[in-house]
């Protein structure tokens, strides 16, 4: 198991290096800057400003250098928000975004699943067809449509709940973007756990433990639910993947201070730093994320581990 | 006497009130497809008796497994059966899901021919084989890994200590339809099935997991059915041998009296392809032809399009199985193979 | 001795003869099933209907996309001024806007998913035909692309090289052919271990040959499947672009830039939102339930 986790971490190491590399070089091939907005500023105070970012030296020394800085934990000063660094915006942002997607991928999860299994057990029967088109809209009914729908109905209409703001994480300010966010994941989870079930449902051995006269319960909860989970495991990277880029979309219509919102701004700047570092914050994650999923599949199926 | 009909009655009727573990009764069983009903058995009819071995033969698709898998309940969503099997005396088809998991596994067990996927990949094999336990003896988790290390030894499985920690995809393939059998063993079950439990197997594997289960015939009381296509299987095993083709019994006999005086055309066939030591036979024969389209079963007899001894009736009528001489059931329009 | 030759003769003869008609009969079965698929069939339809209507739609309205009517601001939908599905904001024409931005919406989800397909059938054919270290070296490249957030790329790109709609699509269309590649070396490799490719081999037939006859029907089958579910995705990708400002800009409008400016206006004039965003469902789904039904046709055993 340990080297299993090891040469994983083998891999992303590289992979985080790529990104940054990749960010980094494809901004800067970019024409123009960060102060090209601000046509008031003097050709010499920009100059300065240039020279204070380090934006006068070779791409290749800016990267050495900010590479070293990084290293120190330092992801620089921001140049849209001129008063804080990176770091402060990251300290502000990822709180929020991490209970924001945290709580949309357990609700996912748990709502997904279960809808998918409910539909596979009940397969051709009126329940199985009510959670396949719940799904199905789900699937193609894509979130910045549901999350205005969600805020007119129950924002506007029944003022139910609020359509905007944090308001620290109360309950209340996360139930509609949690919605919005979670519904597509929902909507794929219980498709692939359907499809997952009724898959395993068909294998030999689990009419070897019907055989046996185990009860149903037991059939599916001992002999068929580790390998239902299976596929569900090897989606857990990319849903983590499409909760983040929905994050970030979502935060713009809730108007949540997370860091979807810091990058965004920051893209649209040309604030180097705080795309830099939003970017790293993600790819980290995801890496990180994706590792702990492999390590739950190679938990979960015996022979992955050994190989 | 319905009993006569269906059985060659090789021992006296009276006797047989004790004896009988299993009558099954006209059992029919058929598959609903888009492209409609598949009939896979057609009124088949047969007794087990206590620590008999019943062979059941046939090629593929001549309904020996889905006899089987229908009278454990275990058919396909889309699968039906009707007709009666009893158990001691008591209905067990088509009977609700709780008394279903009452008799599997304890009363009625089965081996299935492929033990690759027949164990669950992702279950340690002491977990699997003591679940038996607790589930129809309500026994503790120590109790029954005591009873299933005593039945691994039993059905030869060396270090069983260690081979109960381990995973299926661990052992070799003998050794898993080992594991198997002793999944199948572990309740003492009245009746056991086994389906082709050596098709998979390396020849001198298959030798060693017959052994066991000649052993097992000889030994206790427990009534065995062996489904196989192999007649060499048979042979040393059985007491009694049924040939299914079509869906049908189409001979029911002593197994040496099927092996030494066949009375249908197919069986005749069956033991042509045998490949056999005493006889140096430059080539080996098949039957010539495909087996029967499930779907349109032709109203004549279902092996007549491959039969060479076929004639006119053949075509139209369809032969019932009939006793030919007391103990031996033929379903065949000849009297006698030329 | 005899026996056994004039055997294994009439089989090689059934079985060429088998490979003939299954050859033909199995695009004919496949699209007989597919045809029986009422859902895939009446999306087929739908989708058609959205297309011509995305072709034809300025002609039948008075209205163009252009034109301001100050006299006619956030309009709800009504048959009697000809502003049939409304206006917006700025009162211009919903129904002549919704199917302009159909059409835009339409052409990049095609012409991206062609992007995506020329890249993964490419990359997937080469790594499953050459396979080995090559293969490894190829599909390794594919692991480390799919681990990163590739849509926060994307927006970089845009958002740094300006926003070009060819920039959009080549940048989403660089970024969906990952699975594809997947999909092309996974049935590239599994053709080349089948027998009949062996024995095509062995009874001499060329490389060209073996591939035209052999791999490409196999490989077809479950690209064409892919292709229809990654038109729908590719769709959605720009319409989230668009929803962000990045990808569609005014005057051009797509249905995410239609979508976006509805939920601006989501209290005032919930149709400018609740008009594109159906349109851009029920196209959605109706790529699925094509991509479901072709699947079904094309692999019956998979279900």
Redesign the interface.
């Given at each position: 198991m340990f080297s299993f986790v090891s040469r994983r971490l083998a891999v992303a190491l590289p992979t985080l290096l790529v990104v940054i590399a990749g960010s980094f070089f494809l901004m800067r091939a970019a024409p123009g800057g960060p102060f090209d907005a601000d046509a008031q500023l003097e050709p010499e105070v920009i100059e300065n400003l240039r020279a204070a970012y380090d934006l006068d030296k070779p791409v290749t020394e800016q990267f050495m250098l900010y590479m070293a800085r990084l290293l120190r934990g330092d992801f620089g000063p921001s140049i849209t928000y001129a008063d804080y660094t990176v770091t402060e915006l990251l300290a502000i942002g990822l709180p929020v975004s991490v209970k924001l997607g945290l709580t949309a991928i357990v609700v996912a999860l748990l709502f997904g699943c279960l809808m998918g299994i409910i539909s596979a057990l009940n397969r051709n029967r009126w329940i199985d067809y009510v959670t396949m088109s719940i799904a199905m809209t789900g699937f193609a009914v894509p979130a910045f449509v549901v999350a205005p729908v969600l805020t007119l109905v129950f924002g506007l209409y029944l003022k139910l709940l609020p359509i905007s703001g944090w308001n620290d994480g109360a309950l209340q300010n996360m139930v509609l973007p949690v919605i919005a966010l979670a519904l597509p994941q929902i909507a794929i989870l219980s498709r692939l756990t359907r499809g997952s079930m009724l898959e395993v449902m068909r294998q030999n051995y689990i009419r070897t433990a019907r055989a046996k006269g185990l009860p149903e319960y037991k059939v599916v909860a001992g002999h068929a639910l580790k390998a239902v989970s299976l596929p569900l495991v090897s989606y857990l990277g990319p849903a983590i993947a499409g909760i983040m880029t929905g994050s970030v979309i979502i935060e713009q219509i809730f108007g949540l201070p997370g860091m979807g919102r810091y990058f965004i701004q920051g893209a649209l700047n040309r604030d180097y730093p705080l795309v830099m570092g939003t970017v790293i914050v993600y790819a980290t994650a995801i890496i990180l994320l994706n590792l702990l999923a492999d390590v739950i599949y190679g938990y979960l199926d015996p022979r992955v581990r050994r190989e | 006497m319905a009993a006569t009909h269906a059985r060659p009655g090789r021992r006296p009727a009276s006797a047989s009130d004790q004896r009988t573990v299993m009558e099954c009764r006209d059992l029919t069983v058929h598959f609903d497809t888009p492209n409609g009903r598949i009939s896979a058995v057609n009124g088949i009819s047969f007794d087990l008796q206590r620590g008999e071995c019943l062979g059941i033969v046939g090629e593929s698709g001549s309904g020996k497994s889905q006899t089987f898998l229908a009278i454990l309940g275990l058919l396909a969503s889309n699968g039906h059966a009707s007709g009666s099997v009893k158990l001691h005396g008591e209905e067990i088809l088509n009977v609700s899901r709780r008394r279903l998991d009452a008799i599997r596994g304890e009363k009625l067990a089965i081996v299935f021919q492929d033990s690759i996927t027949g164990l669950t990949p992702h279950k340690r094999i002491g977990e699997q084989l003591s679940e038996v336990l607790t589930q129809h003896r309500g026994l503790g988790r120590g109790a029954a890994r005591a009873k299933v290390l005593e039945m691994l030894e039993l059905v030869r499985i060396p270090e069983a200590e260690k081979r109960y920690r381990m995973y299926p995809h661990e052992f070799s393939g003998g050794m898993r339809q080992r594991v198997m059998v002793a999944q199948a063993l572990l309740c003492q079950p009245d009746v056991l099935i086994a389906d082709e439990p050596t098709t998979a197997l390396d020849v001198t594997v298959q030798a060693q997991i017959l052994k066991l289960f000649k052993g097992l015939a000889d030994h206790t009381n427990t009534a065995l059915v062996m489904i196989t296509h192999d007649l060499g299987v048979v042979a040393g095993l059985c007491d009694e041998v049924m040939v299914m083709y079509g869906g049908r019994v189409v001979e029911h006999a002593p197994v040496d009296e099927l092996f030494y005086a066949p009375r249908h055309p197919y069986t005749r066939g069956l033991l042509a392809c045998m490949p056999r030591a005493d006889r140096d036979s430059e080539e080996l024969t098949a039957i010539p032809g495909q087996p029967p389209d499930l779907e349109a079963l032709p109203p004549g007899c279902a092996f007549a399009p491959r039969c060479p001894y076929a004639f006119g009736r053949c075509e139209l009528e369809r032969p019932i199985l009939e006793t030919a001489q007391p103990g031996h059931l033929k379903a065949c329009h000849l009297e006698e193979l030329p | 001795?005899g026996?056994?030759t004039q055997r294994r003769d009439r089989q090689l003869a059934a079985m060429q003869a088998a490979g003939r008609t299954v050859g033909r009969s199995l695009w004919q079965d496949a699209t007989r099933r597919f045809l029986s698929n009422k859902v895939a069939v009446g999306s087929v339809i739908v989708l058609l209907l959205i297309s011509v209507m995305a072709v034809f739609a300025p002609l039948l309205s008075p209205h163009t996309m252009e034109d301001f009517y100050w006299e006619y601001i956030l309009v709800p939908p009504t048959l009697e001024n000809g502003h049939w599905f409304g206006t917006d904001s700025n009162g211009r024409d919903m129904f002549v806007r919704t199917f302009y931005g159909a059409r835009v919406s339409l052409t990049i989800g095609v012409m991206t998913t062609a992007v995506a397909l020329v890249i993964g059938v490419t990359w997937g054919s080469v790594a499953g035909f050459f396979g080995g270290k090559i293969d490894n070296f190829m599909m390794r490249i594919v692991?480390?692309l799919?681990?990163?957030?590739l849509?926060?790329?994307i927006?970089?790109?845009v958002?740094?090289?300006g926003r070009n709609i060819y920039l959009v699509f080549i940048g989403i269309g660089a970024v969906e052919w990952l699975t594809m590649s997947r999909i092309v070396r996974g049935q590239t490799l599994s053709v080349k271990q089948k027998e009949y490719v062996e024995a095509a081999r062995a009874i001499g037939l060329s490389n060209l040959v073996i591939v035209r006859r052999h791999v490409v029907p196999n490989i077809v089958g479950p690209v064409i499947v892919f292709v229809t579910l990654l038109i729908?995705t590719t769709i959605?990708v720009e319409?989230?672009l668009s929803?962000?400002g990045l990808g569609v800009q005014e005057p051009m409008t797509s249905w995410?830039t239609l979508?976006?400016q509805?939920?601006a206006n989501?209290?005032t004039g919930?149709w400018l939102?609740?008009i594109p965003?159906t349109f851009?469902?029920?196209t959605?789904?109706c790529f699925?339930f094509i991509g479901d039904g072709l699947r079904d046709a094309l692999d019956p055993e998979g279900r």
């Open positions: - | - | 001795m026996f056994l692991d480390v799919y681990a990163l957030p849509l926060f790329f927006i970089i790109l958002t740094v090289f729908p959605l319409s989230y929803f962000l995410g979508i976006s509805g939920a989501i209290d919930p939102l609740l965003g851009l469902a029920i959605l789904f699925n």
